[in-house]
């Protein structure tokens, strides 16, 4: 609690009487704790008449902080949802760095889900997030537009949030139009993983899609979208047999997982003879 009522300038901002009231706490109990050394005896110490009643008094002042920091917490939550994900005591840790970014950093993996890191450049008072670190396979994602971590915490906070999310629209969107160019390996190789089983996905339903269509001129047309499905899983198992780092192995391992499901999906679509894609099945 000191390092929020009195070294937070936010909480001191935002809880202005319970800060005030919070240093005449702390005041009165090095005072308390300055006769105990004093003293040096407990017994002579306890046996003042005055002790109880002090110890008691800022018991209940204690409380009315604590109630009031409770209450400066939850609106908080309110504010950033995501804050519910992590402990109090982390969360007062949060709110109790928020001027300073880089050491919210450690709490990044609490927040958002496989997000190790933020990659961050000193610039001014405030550092500039300009990409970001996953924990699964340690993978980092740069960001076109770098980001001021300006303003109080659960904002800058949605704003990483907003970042994260055109990033990876962007990435999904290059490697959209790289793939029809690349080479299906370096095409996984080098594209950012969430970006790269979303096009994965994508393209499957497309081409399921387009197995529907057919179907009435070729009733052979989802066979033959099973057969392209389980060459294309049969190319990952070939890939994840070479020689790979972590995470290149886990982003094919991802999509063998997914693209097994999807063969699935499309072979039970042949056997109970689907043929059109406003049905239940699909």
């Known amino acids: 609690m000191e390092n929020l009522f009195i070294h937070s300038e936010e909480v001191k901002k935002e809880l202005p009487k319970e800060s005030e009231k919070f240093v005449g706490i702390d005041k009165e109990v090095k005072r308390i704790l300055a006769d105990c050394v004093v003293k040096e005896y407990a017994l002579v110490y306890c046996d003042q008449e005055w002790v109880y009643p002090a110890f008691d008094q800022v018991e209940k002042d204690l409380r009315v902080c604590e109630k009031a920091l409770n209450d400066f917490m939850e609106s908080k939550r309110a504010a950033f949802p995501r804050f519910h994900f992590v402990s109090p005591a982390d969360l007062l840790g949060i709110l109790s760095n928020g001027n300073a970014p880089a050491k919210i950093m450690v ?19 405030r550092p500039c997030a300009v990409g970001m670190y996953t924990n699964v396979g340690v993978e980092f994602v740069p960001w076109n537009t770098p980001l001021k971590l300006m303003g109080k915490v659960e904002t800058y906070m949605q704003d990483v949030i907003d970042n994260m999310r055109l990033s990876l629209k962007e990435a999904a969107g290059t490697l959209f139009k790289e793939l029809s160019t690349k080479g299906k390996f370096d095409w996984i190789k080098d594209g950012v993983a969430q970006a790269v089983l979303l096009i994965n996905i994508l393209t499957w339903t497309v081409d399921v899609e387009a197995a529907f269509k057919v179907l009435q001129s070729d009733p052979t047309g989802m066979e033959k979208a099973h057969k392209h499905q389980i060459q294309l899983l049969s190319d990952l198992i070939s890939m994840v047999q070479g020689d790979l780092t972590k995470p290149v192995r886990q982003k094919i391992m991802a999509m063998i997982t997914m693209d097994a499901h999807s063969r699935d999906i499309i072979d039970k679509l042949k056997v109970e003879k689907v043929s059109r894609d406003d049905e239940f099945q699909w």
């Open 107 to 125: 709490h990044m993996p609490k927040i958002f889900q496989a997000i190790e890191t933020l990659e961050l450049k000193e610039e001014g008072v």
